[in-house]
């Protein structure tokens, strides 16, 4: 199977090696690594990802093939890039029924089919990447496979190239016996693997997301400049992203970097996990500042904390006096949020014996001072509940919201259709942006006039807080937009999303987040409206509420996982409110007493 001839002739350019010359040790543990990409994918019931993609070219390229075949495959392994050619040899071979690699290739066509129209080159270091991924992947792969048959020796089983070979590094945490293993910007770790004797060095991840791989998205970790600071992350295999939190050593911070991984595993959104990383990023340069150790600080440290919060970055690094009369440099709020992430953070830690959080937390008696009570109040009302013991006292801010006039020049200071059916599809249904950035045209039934917010990860980063799919209710205005937009903007684009770029590259791609916010920026210098696109939800909700619709409805709408949330965000009366309900009432006409 390695010695064959593909008939590609020389290569272009030294990235990319054949399996029998390559940084492949095994062909075999090579198709396991496929069969792990492929099996996740299945699992998730998404197209294979793109190393996955392109183990499966590497692997077919390495089978005897036809010349253009095997071009075009090459092509691929060493840009990323889909040429026409290739597309219609994979649906050949897609659709043989004596094509021996005919799973292979029709997993393939299924992926480049998915791209849609972006078929160009990934990046300029796509083939370095994947390399170092391969690497990495096979290297763990072989630790693992020795160590469960008792072998803790590590032979050479890379073999001897001409390119540099890559930096590894590796730590062994003697308590979790954990091995991880650092290379270049790639970091690996290995929960329990046995083997133990790679290469020893400083700068080593210690702990970490076990047994998963994962990508930096710097070229070089140390290039970071020695500060603390919150990195993003991508795990190959998923299109999720998470981040992480890098010390003064450039190496993740182990306690912190196990929470954040937990959280990425469960599920939660990206940026509640960036928010929380940010929130331990902060709390971990106060901790190192004072000379403190995480697991041993006390009540008044933390309260020591919520000051230092309210200081200007200055102030915190000392190296200002900070007068009495200066204002909070963060807002109560911003302070309440960083001291829930805290909180959480020592709940998580409570489970591996560090026992600050009880401190964090007092026990409490529901209800008992009147105001709402929670369902079956009268069962657990003698059962104390958990609260923060260190909490700030937050004003409550009623939502701000848009009105017609304001909504209408908004809109008419739109130079596009799909520019002016985002915000009237905003304004109108009361959906969230990053769920109108997820929709896909099979998502918009006209005849019904509804839209469906389905949960699903897109490539554009959009997401919906959601977990559930719900069904929202459109005019009939929102739905002829909809087609003027398809008529004369969208054309024949080969995309399920509804909002593409289409007057700037790269034209076909989903719209992302960067993209709404160019718009709203442009558009509050022409109008001189300060907005945001989260008005038109808080409008719509208000307008609900304000025109009678039951408060469960709205709340089934918005896609709130309770009726609670609903009121504690909406559930507040203006004096203009209160005169329209008084005025209906009739409560301004009565003739009881004359004046």
């Not at 390119?163 to 770790?189: F, G, H, K, Y």
């Not at 896909?440 to 799919?469: F, L, M, Q, W, Y």
């Not at 209710?473 to 509804?498: C, F, K, N, T």
Request: hydrophobic share 40%; aromatic share 6%.
């Amino acid at each position: 199977m390695r010695n064959t001839d593909n008939g590609v002739g020389p290569r272009t350019r030294p990235g990319y090696r054949p399996p029998e010359d390559g940084p492949l040790p095994d062909l075999r543990l090579y198709e396991h690594l496929i069969d792990d990409g492929i099996a996740e994918a299945d699992q998730r019931g998404t197209i294979v990802d793109h190393l996955t993609a392109r183990r499966l070219a590497i692997w077919l390229a390495a089978r005897p093939q036809e010349p253009d075949f095997a071009h075009g495959l090459v092509r691929f392994v060493e840009t990323g890039a889909i040429h026409p050619d290739l597309k219609n040899e994979l649906r050949k071979h897609a659709r043989s029924g004596t094509y021996s690699d005919q799973p292979q290739a029709a997993r393939l066509l299924r992926y480049c089919i998915n791209r849609g129209t972006e078929l160009g080159p990934i990046g300029e270091n796509f083939a370095a990447a994947c390399d170092q991924l391969d690497r990495a992947d096979t290297l763990l792969k072989d630790l693992h496979a020795r160590a469960r048959h008792g072998h803790t020796r590590l032979e050479r089983t890379l073999p001897e190239i001409e390119d540099p070979r890559p930096v590894a590094l590796a730590s062994r945490n003697p308590e979790t016996q954990t091995v991880t293993l650092v290379l270049d910007a790639t970091i690996i770790c290995s929960s329990r693997a046995g083997v133990v004797h790679v290469r020893h060095g400083v700068g080593g991840c210690r702990g970490g997301r076990r047994g998963r791989a994962y990508l930096l998205l710097v070229q070089h970790v140390g290039q970071a400049g020695g500060a603390m600071h919150v990195q993003r992350v991508a795990v190959p295999g998923t299109r999720v992203e998470s981040w992480t939190v890098l010390g003064d050593d450039d190496a993740p911070v182990e306690p912190v970097e196990r929470y954040l991984a937990y959280l990425t595993a469960i599920g939660r959104s990206p940026n509640t996990v960036k928010a929380y990383a940010h929130d331990l990023k902060d709390y971990w340069v106060f901790l190192r500042g004072r000379g403190l150790d995480w697991r041993q600080v006390r009540l008044e440290d933390l309260g020591e904390y919520v000051a230092w919060l309210r200081l200007p970055a200055p102030g915190r690094a000392g190296q200002v006096a900070v007068l009495p009369s200066a204002g909070p440099a963060v807002a109560a709020s911003t302070v309440s949020r960083k001291l829930s992430a805290l909180a959480a953070f020592y709940q998580h830690q409570v489970r591996n014996g560090v026992d600050v959080g009880a401190s964090l937390t007092r026990w409490q008696l529901p209800g008992r001072r009147g105001g709402w009570k929670p369902f079956l109040h009268h069962i657990s009302k003698s059962t104390p509940q958990p609260a923060r013991t260190l909490a700030v006292k937050v004003p409550k801010k009623l939502p701000r919201i848009l009105t017609a006039a304001e909504m209408q020049a908004i809109v008419d200071a739109c130079d596009h259709l799909r520019d002016r059916f985002l915000l009237a599809l905003l304004w109108d249904s009361g959906i969230r942006v990053g769920e109108a950035l997820g929709l896909r045209h099979e998502d918009i039934c006209p005849a019904e006039r509804e839209i469906t917010i389905v949960p699903r990860v897109n490539d554009n980063g959009a997401r919906s807080k959601s977990r559930d799919a719900r069904t929202v209710p459109v005019s009939a205005q929102v739905i002829r937009l909809w087609g003027d937009y398809l008529h004369e903007e969208y054309g024949d684009l080969d995309s399920d999303y509804v909002f593409v770029n289409l007057f700037a590259a790269p034209r076909g791609r989903a719209m992302g987040y960067p993209a709404v916010y160019d718009l709203v920026r442009r558009l509050r210098e022409r109008t001189g409206i300060d907005f945001d696109p989260h008005w038109c939800r808080h409008s719509a909700a208000t307008r609900m509420l304000r025109d009678g619709v039951p408060v469960e409805v709205v709340s089934k709408l918005l896609g709130h996982a309770s009726v609670m949330t609903t009121l504690s965000v909406y559930g507040h009366l203006t004096a203009e409110d209160a005169r329209r309900a008084l005025q209906k009432a009739g409560w301004f006409t009565g003739g009881e007493v004359t004046w």
